[in-house]
């Protein structure tokens, strides 16, 4: 059995928890580490579970008999994610914290930490599958799947991964369903074992986003204009606050007992708010045709027009798509070794796609397979 050294990041959570135990009973040396990111020092917006998190995962390194540490990476974070997501919402864009998280610090700057402290590999919970590549080469000597339980799959944030990040990353989990998780999780006595899954922000855990806007981003109010005929329905708080296609919380009447309200765009230039009522004929609800743009690949970049498939949000379904690299410039984008020598592409979608944001992650699927994402612009 291989003695090849690993660092475990350990949420707290029942994943990462099973990823250390499936790890140790391979016989690999193992390690567990907490990521500090975030302990909202400024104490302005709700409960952050790191706490209870930290306790929960040294418990389960104790059952399991491994050292664990708790890497403090909330300057990086702070910088890196947090950062980014607040200039984003302020230019008006959809920032994605839990890619940039995965890329940026995860294995970023904590794989970084795992390499100077003399590990092989850095470990975590994602349900996803590493497995190698059949015709190996520099830039593809890995590739990465999606978990087996598709409802659990979590490939879509690593879609900006570069082949180097990849070669260092380990993912034990990804081909178990949850059920089967859970019982391995159950019949080891884990602490964690019947402990409930985080539906949060990777770093502010079950705090909605509006209040973690609302304690860090200025207001900015502006007039909230129908689409279709420019006539001024109110005025919002904060362009911030809304994002494409939501319904809920426009706070303004429809006056129409079968037809609601649908953010449609932001106008920065008046910081308005665009909304149509709900449908197939809102005027930029629907979507035939983008482009992204800071394009990353995993592997081998497409330089050629393809077929592809495409997921625009975490849970959306793959879609077929056209992919039309635009030839430029290399663009370093969020990973300096994956750069393509294409910056942008345009997406011709088979079916048209709803509410797609600037700033949002598309990520790039071959069947299975991710090869990449990139940002809409």
Same mark, same amino acid.
């Given at each position: 059995?291989?003695?090849?050294?690993?660092?475990?990041?350990?949420?707290?959570? $029942?994943? !990462?928890?099973?990823?250390?135990?499936?790890?140790? @009973?391979?016989?690999?040396?193992? $390690?567990?580490?907490?990521?500090?990111?975030?302990?909202?020092?400024?104490?302005?917006?709700?409960?952050?579970?790191?706490?209870?998190?930290?306790?929960?995962?040294?418990?389960?390194?104790? @059952?399991?008999?491994?050292?664990?540490?708790?890497?403090?990476?909330?300057?990086?974070?702070?910088?890196? /994610?947090?950062?980014?997501? %607040?200039?984003?919402?302020?230019?008006?864009?959809?920032?994605?914290?839990?890619?940039?998280?995965?890329?940026?610090?995860?294995?970023? $700057?904590?794989?970084?930490?795992?390499?100077?402290?003399?590990?092989?590999?850095?470990?975590?919970?994602?349900?996803?599958?590493? $497995?190698?590549?059949? @015709?190996?080469?520099?830039?593809?000597?890995?590739? %990465?799947?999606?978990?087996?339980?598709?409802?659990?799959?979590?490939?879509?944030?690593?879609? %900006?991964?570069?082949?180097?990040?990849?070669?260092?990353?380990?993912?034990?989990?990804?081909?178990?369903?949850?059920?089967?998780?859970?019982?391995?999780?159950?019949?080891?006595?884990?602490?964690?074992?019947?402990?409930?899954?985080?539906?949060?922000?990777?770093?502010?855990?079950?705090?909605?986003?509006?209040?973690?806007?609302?304690?860090?981003?200025?207001?900015?109010?502006?007039?909230?204009?129908?689409? +279709?005929?420019?006539?001024? %329905?109110?005025?919002?708080?904060?362009?911030?606050?809304?994002?494409?296609?939501?319904?809920?919380?426009?706070?303004?009447?429809?006056?129409?007992?079968?037809?609601?309200?649908?953010?449609?765009?932001?106008? &920065?230039?008046?910081?308005?708010?665009?909304?149509?009522?709900?449908?197939?004929?809102?005027?930029?609800?629907?979507?035939?045709?983008?482009?992204?743009?800071?394009?990353?690949? #995993?592997?081998?970049? #497409?330089? &050629?027009?393809?077929?592809?498939?495409?997921?625009?949000?975490?849970?959306?379904?793959?879609?077929?798509?056209?992919?039309?690299?635009?030839?430029?410039?290399?663009?370093?984008?969020?990973?300096?070794?994956?750069?393509?020598?294409? +910056?942008?592409?345009?997406?011709?979608? !088979? +079916?048209?796609?709803?509410?797609?944001?600037?700033?949002?992650?598309?990520?790039?699927?071959?069947?299975?397979?991710?090869?990449?994402?990139?940002?809409? /612009?």
């Amino acid at each position: 059995m291989s003695r090849e050294r690993i660092l475990v990041g350990m949420s707290g959570g $029942v994943d !990462s928890s099973v990823a250390a135990l499936l790890l140790q @009973q391979q016989g690999f040396e193992v $390690v567990g580490a907490y990521m500090k990111n975030w302990i909202n020092e400024d104490n302005v917006i709700g409960e952050c579970p790191w706490m209870q998190d930290i306790v929960d995962a040294r418990a389960v390194a104790d @059952q399991l008999g491994i050292e664990f540490r708790v890497v403090n990476l909330m300057e990086d974070y702070r910088r890196l /994610v947090v950062d980014y997501l %607040l200039d984003g919402y302020q230019r008006g864009l959809t920032p994605n914290p839990d890619v940039m998280c995965n890329s940026r610090v995860k294995f970023g $700057v904590f794989r970084a930490y795992a390499e100077a402290e003399g590990f092989t590999a850095l470990a975590t919970g994602h349900y996803a599958r590493r $497995v190698s590549s059949s @015709q190996p080469s520099t830039l593809s000597s890995q590739l %990465l799947l999606e978990g087996l339980d598709k409802n659990k799959d979590q490939s879509y944030f690593l879609a %900006l991964l570069s082949q180097e990040q990849l070669r260092f990353a380990r993912f034990p989990i990804g081909h178990l369903p949850k059920p089967e998780l859970r019982r391995l999780a159950a019949d080891a006595k884990l602490a964690t074992a019947a402990k409930k899954d985080s539906q949060g922000i990777c770093f502010i855990g079950e705090v909605k986003m509006a209040d973690f806007l609302t304690a860090y981003v200025p207001e900015h109010p502006g007039p909230i204009v129908r689409a +279709t005929d420019g006539q001024i %329905l109110g005025e919002h708080r904060g362009l911030h606050y809304y994002t494409i296609g939501q319904r809920r919380g426009i706070r303004i009447p429809s006056n129409t007992d079968d037809k609601a309200y649908v953010v449609t765009g932001k106008r &920065a230039a008046d910081h308005a708010l665009l909304v149509a009522f709900d449908g197939p004929e809102a005027p930029g609800l629907w979507t035939s045709e983008c482009r992204i743009h800071r394009l990353s690949f #995993i592997g081998e970049p #497409i330089s &050629a027009p393809r077929r592809l498939e495409c997921r625009v949000r975490y849970r959306d379904p793959r879609v077929a798509i056209e992919f039309n690299p635009v030839a430029g410039v290399a663009d370093p984008g969020p990973n300096p070794g994956s750069a393509s020598p294409a +910056t942008t592409a345009t997406i011709k979608f !088979s +079916t048209p796609q709803r509410a797609l944001a600037c700033g949002q992650i598309m990520a790039l699927y071959d069947g299975e397979q991710l090869l990449g994402g990139g940002v809409f /612009v």
